[in-house]
């Protein structure tokens, strides 16, 4: 392993955080706030880290795929590091960390906040706040590849180790390709629901802070009662819309903008999303209509915008489903457990590897029905062998397994059940609120602060998919 | 890209970490010796001039009540040393506007408090208004709580203003702290990663070298020695490979 090799591929991930943070910066400048000097001191820094390797280590096309992870994982790590300093800087609400929580949160786009009053937070730190979900939206080492010019091999290597092993089945194009269609569909999303938002009479800023959490299925936003502030059915549909479309595998979605609509539905996947997704919003809305508290009409409006919220891993609320009927709330926390589509900024378990685990159910029964048949697991046009079908039962396990030991550890520290466990699970899928006093109407604040460690480190789990992460700390015994 | 200048950006590096941190953390220390300054000129200065008015009605509600028993030469004496007082709070309260509502409240307190005098100016004594307890409960009494109340009112603003400005002060002096405590944690691990590029491209060439022209002094021999970077190092290495193989050229040759 060369250490060098990794500083210098981390130091390029460390210069593109300094460039959003610049442009935070810029905009702290406009509005002379407070947030101007620890938004410009934490660039410089960043830069400064990012350039000095350069000097150094010479440019190469070859990493092993050990480096790869490794580059990966420390991306991310140091990335959230990077996000902290700002915080601690600015001070407020910030201890190490609650700031730690928040960039941790932001960067694995889970949105769960430990902020009890984010607007008394200055405009240039609540860019930045968004901006680490959109970094951390699309990946930031697709990012950092995409703008690199070449990087040849490694930069496959790279991409693989980023890419959700799912994810990428539905390219079928050269890395160079998917990279730039990945980059394409990401900001063409991002600047579709802005100029959306925008005729629906939302500010400039935030228009294009809630479009970086909504592509990027994060959560964040610059106001206390989130896009509830508003009270605009319009900007609900507009945020709905695009959620639905985050949710999506991006390979889809270029295809359905360059004319392949029907392939959108051809997808098995795609459709369990949208059914499954469908049966949660009617479930949701006759629950919240039998409550006797909701019209048909409110119910609808509460229901569509919170379960594919949840469903998607964005995380927005405009109301408080805390106080939900029960039943409501079970259906949610199952979204919250599955997500969306892999290829997509969704996080969870994801709707691929739900359809494989069913497929995998029905394998089971008919193989005990004809013993001697020879069952093969199919999704579409693609073959799955027995490795990757065990592969993903085993993935389910210990996801199901983590939320379980996670919510056991908050119990611990003397949280409340519901609180513990919504919670976990909300910020394994990097979904962002639970139920309890981590809901929508609530945050993470009174989480004790191993909690809050504990909480982080099931955020990065979920979005490193739990094995890069594993790898990472187990790298020493890696051949 | 040569060593010298590798070597200097590091140490710039360095330097600039230190020397922006530093400059803020001045920058922001000389703000909350400002704000300090502000807090005692604007806030104290003005509840100061509140209470010394308080006290003032109070001498004035006392005087009324000794106005009211016959007493007026005592009176009369004690209501105007503490209307000369008042009039002298008033005025710093006046002067010492500066913050949203504070004029209000002074306009409020000048017509109240000129309400008020216009009761205890005209005659008490030997009136039928002396011993009258119903008239100083219903008329003058009130008349002194109102004016009492503003400059309450006016107190309590400052009051508010300096805890705000108190909480300013406290997250300024934690941005003046802070960019120090980055700096440095930032200029540790810098130096670990500047020592350790230092260490692998500069100094382990340097051992590799030696002992690779100690090999070739041994044993005529010289190992391959890898230089990834192309800077002076990697242009000694080639001279001391050019002058092995003039050296061995000659050798042969004789």
Redesign the interface.
Known sequence: MR??II?RYVGLVLLFNAAFLLISCIISGFNAD?AF??LL?TA??SA??GV??M????PTTKITNKEGFIIVVLSWLLSCLVGV?PY?????EFSFTNAWFESVSGFTTTGSSILTDIEALPLGLLFWRSATHWIGGIGIIIFMLAVHPSMGKSGMILYRTEMSSLAADNFHYRTRKTLQILVVIYVGLTLAETISLLLCGMSIFDAVTHSFATIATGGFSPKNPSIGYYKSTAVEIVIIVFMILSGIHFGLLFAAFTGKITDLWKSSIVRYYLAALTTGVIAVTVSLHGSQVYSWADALRYAAFQVLSIGTSTGFATTDSSIWPSFARLVMIFFTLQCACAGSTSGGIKADRMVLFWKAIVKRVKKIQHPAAVIMVKIDTAAFDDEVVDANILFLSFYIGIVFFSALILTALGVDILSAFSGSAATMGNVGPGFGTVGSAGNFSQIPDVGKWVLTATMLLGRLEIFGLLLFVTFKSWK | MGLRIKILAGFLILTTMLAVAGVWSIYELTTVGTSVQRLLDENYKSINAGKMMIEALEREDSAVLLLLSGKWEQGRSIIESADDQFQKGFMTAQGNVTIPGEGASIDEIKARYKAYKELWLKPIVDTSKQGNLDWYFQEMHQAFQDVKLSVGKLVALNHQTMYQTASDLKNRTHRAIMPGIVAILAALIFTVIFNFLINYYVVSPIISTTKGIQRFMETGELPAIQVETEDELFHLVSSIQRLVAEVRTAEAQK
């Open positions: 250490p060098q500083l407070s000097f620890p001191y410089l820094i400064l880290f000095f390797p000097l150094f280590v010479p300093i601690i800087m600015w001070g407020g």
